[in-house]
């Protein structure tokens, strides 16, 4: 056992004489444009440096952010959000109602090729603009004064103050855009209006960021200097950080955390965390497409048990719906949720022979997995229990992430791939909106008009208890078609030096750097 790090000094809270704090972050990320950038590492570090109107306290609770303060109209389509007066861009220039205008016409034009535009469907015209039907100014959003900032909704939407913290809902700095176009989210460029600013961008080694002292917030921001680090091997990770260069990981090896737990148990951080983590198929190409019997064989033939228990070990549960556990929903469940495994392999088997496929005969797959020592586990896994039960024989392939993610959206040669979902609020539609058939991330290129269905009328329905029965049954009718293999919901699980400060794990799992301080040690 090691011993404790005396942090604090006499108080327990006094302050280190350097507010630098040291962050692992995973994958390189693909872009800082708040409206084009993917994936949990470019939002960490997004947070930092944009703000929306609302914003989340340390413990994921929504609190104003841009906007000092909102009004909601009687029927809940319509929202008054009022600017901080004192709201800066990094460069000193004031944020305005027209900042947050130009922003999210931005975000849904098409010309912006933003992947997750369709998050903001709730407002007026925006399924119209971001299908290209409408022009941008047709989007429900205008600024009816510098400090004041109108949206006018389709239907009543109980998550919309949670989706306006995504980058999507950002805004953007117009002058930068216009003068710089795509090259304005670059080190030296970026001009951003939260509590740091983007300072250097060395790719493939780190991502440093600075005060930014004209924040709105600046008095109460103690963290001084901000490191990211790509580090895509999880055991480099944890070489890093007992080594005393990282403060933060971005996640754990599933194979250390007996270890850790035995080790470090103060500095290890496991907590409930709103993800559900799948391996998606191929629907538009074989031989999965229009193959529901194979489909439903693979899903069938994975010990979510063994996965979760032996292979993981960090607490996560283990999958046989889509949606994890949200506010105010019933997760559904496939209907052999509560068979036994040999149960399952047998109907698995039963599929896999109705599908064409024999032991003369063997389905011959390559499963396609982001670089990550905890990804191959899984993925690793899998093919041996694909082998075991079924004979299939699995080829493992990885690739780094932005091709990873490119070749996911292009769906010429995947046919099964790791993929993984975080929610961007605190609602099962943020779930199940990304298998609708008009999704640009819809990966697995599932396509059901029943479940487009359901969906539309969700998004239009505002009394809460039809609402909730119309997002059941789209994910029964989900579990149905089998367009991906659910296998668990997350935790999030990091190590923490014992001298950060404000660390406060919540069910998004978003951490601001403006809320941690570097305590003496």
């Known amino acids: 056992m090691f011993a404790p790090v005396a942090v604090g000094g006499a108080t327990g809270q006094e302050l280190a004489a350097q507010q630098i704090l040291r962050k692992g972050n995973g994958t390189e990320p693909e872009s800082l444009d708040p409206h084009r950038a993917e994936g949990v590492t470019a939002s960490n570090i997004l947070r930092d440096l944009f703000e929306g109107l609302t914003l989340e306290a340390a413990d994921g609770h929504i609190v104003p952010g841009a906007a000092a303060s909102w009004e909601v109209s009687a029927d809940g389509l319509t929202y008054l959000f009022h600017l901080r007066p004192d709201g800066r861009w990094s460069n000193g ?35 119209a603009v971001i299908t290209g039907r409408l022009p941008p100014t047709a989007l429900g ?24 913290t995504h980058a999507t809902a950002y805004p953007v700095h117009r002058p930068s855009v216009e003068q710089l176009g795509t090259r304005f989210a670059r080190a030296g460029a970026l001009v951003g209006n939260g ?15 600075l005060r930014n002292h004209h924040y709105w917030d600046d008095a109460d921001t103690v963290i001084e200097e901000v490191y990211y680090y790509p580090i895509e091997n999880d055991d480099a990770e944890i ?25 470090l148990p103060q500095e290890l951080r496991i907590a409930p965390y709103l993800g559900s983590y799948y391996f998606g198929f191929n629907n538009t190409r074989p031989p999965f497409e229009n193959n529901l019997p194979l489909r439903m064989a693979l899903a069938l033939a994975v010990d979510r048990e063994i996965l979760t228990r032996r292979v993981m070990g960090s607490g996560e549960a283990a999958a046989y719906g889509f949606v994890p556990p949200v506010r105010d929903y019933t997760g559904q469940r496939v209907p052999w949720a509560d068979w036994t495994q040999e149960q399952r392999n047998e109907e698995a088997r039963r599929l896999y022979r109705e599908a064409g496929y024999s ?35 699995t080829k493992l392939l990885n690739q780094e992430w932005k091709v990873f993610l490119e070749s996911r959206k292009q769906k010429l040669t995947t046919q099964v791939f790791r993929s993984g979902w975080i929610g961007d609020y605190d609602d099962a539609y943020s779930f199940l909106q990304l298998m609708h058939s008009a999704n640009g991330q819809n990966d697995p290129g599932y396509r059901s008009a029943a479940y487009d269905d359901l969906l539309d009328q969700a998004a239009m329905t505002a009394e809460p208890r039809r609402r909730r029965a119309l997002l059941e049954a789209a994910e029964r009718q989900l579990l149905a078609d089998m367009p991906l293999i659910p296998l668990y919901f997350y935790v999030s699980k ?17 951490h601001h750097s403006k809320d941690f301080r570097i305590l003496a040690h």
């Open 494 to 510: 990091r190590l923490v030096k014992p001298w950060v400060g404000g660390y406060t794990p919540n069910i998004m799992d978003h």
């Open 93 to 127: 220039d004031p944020v305005t109602a027209r900042d947050f205008e130009y922003g999210l016409r931005r975000s849904c034009d098409p010309a912006t090729l933003n992947e997750y535009a369709s998050i903001l469907y709730p407002i007026v015209n925006a399924q």
């Open 359 to 393: 032991a003369d005969n063997p389905l011959v797959v390559e499963l396609l997995y982001n670089t990550d020592q905890n990804h191959k586990r899984v993925a690793g896994a899998l093919a041996a229990m694909w082998k075991q039960t079924l004979g299939v024989r």
């Open 195 to 209: 509590a740091y600013r983007l300072e250097e961008w060395v790719v493939q080694s780190h991502i440093r960021l």
């Open 239 to 263: 070489n890093r950080y007992r080594a005393g260069e990282l403060d933060f990981t971005e996640s754990v090896p599933f194979r250390q955390i007996r270890w850790l737990r035995e080790n």
């Open 141 to 164: 959003v205008r600024a009816l004064d510098a400090a004041t900032l109108e949206i006018r909704l389709a239907g009543p939407t109980p998550y919309f103050l949670g989706l306006l």
